[in-house]
């Protein structure tokens, strides 16, 4: 279903001049504010030279880092009295990054969550289980709002808890799952270790986000749960859940690029890459009033795909984000992702989607990767599987396609660590 058609579906002329005009009035409002006008000073730059959406590559960049620097309200844009919610980004160290919502931030992202989640079929007759985290995260409430503007059930569950999720799941009769994909995993798994099938759960779609997946672990969660499991992204500075979307074909994410304008650049020069080529996320939040975003580096790795999608939305699609730039591993010169790792890793017959990767130099002065991948339990059941070759087939497709050579371990079923939030798979040791 399309929830907006208006404005997911608008004739393309149309939505830039609605952006042109969205911009130049962001680009009065936020000179306002110091932090951006000393930015714009800096480039020598007045409100009035931004007349038309083409005009953004002039303005700056704005960058985590600095970010950070205006805690707790450096980039309001409104008088504080007119922020009603805030949310903080998740895994945050150091000073945190916030987002300070209006009542009209609020409306806006609700209604983008709304589009999202009806992107991938959700209407008022499901019953959606949300098992994001509650609190200054922004899944939990964001998802909230959203669904319930649909007139879907809502039962707020939060992350955790995994035997009141399953036992809320059969009572209510749960239709969609919203999580993080560990989790969705996590808790499959724990359902057939308390003798239950998720297959024939009633749960027949999940919306899945906030970190990096692969096809291969679509694969496995849709087998897992006999479901679709679709695709949504977000972060805290832009939004939070709701940014992009998947829509029923699965196939790129739509965003909402009539309230959060896109670019991708090269990450070293910042120049704008043209529609296919993979590069750092960009965004300026074009109807945002709490805290706007001018140019936010996301350092999430993607790429813009102009065309008219079969679904009737003609939102430009971004391809599923497999990594950011801070999540690349410099392994002895060479640069891996570890959704890179992870698609090999699943693409093989018996694997279970738990991995580790650990990475040191204590033994010698070189980088050492050690991979610990968790196996089924029918793989180590059936006598047919040779442990030693699958090892040496990993081993060798990592090296042959990754250009980095890794030892493999087959660990056994459910001995790695579980998590019911964004998943920690890389333990880097390498004091560098
Ligand atoms: O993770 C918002 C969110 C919540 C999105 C629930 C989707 C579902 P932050 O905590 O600020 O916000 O983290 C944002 O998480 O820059 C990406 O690196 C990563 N991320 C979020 N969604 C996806 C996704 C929320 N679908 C950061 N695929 C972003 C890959 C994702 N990475």
Request: net charge negative.
């Amino acid at each position: 279903m399309i929830w907006d058609t208006e404005a997911e579906c608008m004739d393309a002329g149309e939505r830039k001049k609605l952006q042109s005009e969205r911009l130049v009035k962001l680009v009065e409002r936020i000179y306002a504010v110091p932090f951006y006008k000393k930015k714009m000073d800096a480039a020598k730059l007045k409100p009035g030279d931004i007349k038309s959406i083409d005009d953004i590559v002039k303005l700056p960049f704005t960058d985590k880092e600095e970010l950070r620097t205006t805690y707790p309200y450096g980039v309001l844009c409104v008088p504080e009295k007119e922020i009603i919610e805030i949310h903080q980004s998740s895994g945050t160290t150091g000073t945190p990054i916030v987002a300070e919502y209006t009542k009209n931030d609020v409306e806006t992202w609700t209604e983008a969550v709304a589009r999202s989640v009806a992107g991938h079929g959700i209407t008022e007759d499901d019953i959606i289980q949300i098992c994001q985290g509650f609190g200054l995260f922004t899944g939990g409430l964001g998802y909230y709002a959203g669904y319930r503007r649909l007139g879907a059930k809502v039962i707020p569950m939060g992350s955790g808890n995994t035997p009141q999720q399953l036992k809320m799941i059969q009572d209510f009769h749960t239709t969609e799952i919203c999580c993080t994909t560990t989790y969705a995993m996590h808790l499959a798994e724990a359902a057939k270790d308390a003798g239950l099938d998720p297959r024939k759960f009633s749960v027949r779609h999940a919306d899945l986000g906030a970190e990096p997946w692969s096809e291969e672990l679509r694969k496995d969660i849709e087998e897992a749960w006999d479901m679709k499991a679709y695709d949504v992204y977000g972060l805290t500075e832009i939004t939070g859940p709701g940014v992009s979307f998947e829509c029923l074909n699965q196939d790129g994410l739509h965003i909402n690029e009539d309230l959060f304008y896109p670019e991708v650049v090269d990450p070293d020069t910042g120049e704008v890459l043209p529609d296919g080529k993979t590069g750092e996320l960009v965004f300026t939040t074009l109807v945002k009033e709490g805290t706007p975003m001018l140019r936010y580096r996301t350092r999430d790795l993607t790429g813009l795909r102009h065309e008219q999608c079969s679904c009737g939305r003609t939102l430009v699609k971004m391809e599923r984000t497999m990594g950011r730039t801070d999540d690349m591993l410099i392994i002895r010169g060479t640069n891996v992702y570890p959704v890179q790792i992870e698609q090999i890793l699943f693409a093989a017959d018996g694997t279970a989607p738990q991995y580790t990767i650990t990475i040191d130099r204590e033994k010698t002065a070189l980088d050492n990767v050690e991979i610990q991948i968790e196996m089924s339990e029918e793989f180590f059941k059936n006598s047919r599987h040779n442990a030693q070759h699958l090892k040496k087939k990993l081993e060798d497709t990592l090296r042959s396609e990754l250009k980095v050579r890794m030892n493999v371990t087959l660990a056994e079923p459910r001995t790695l660590e579980r998590f019911v939030g964004k998943a920690k798979r890389v333990i880097d040791k390498r004091k560098i």
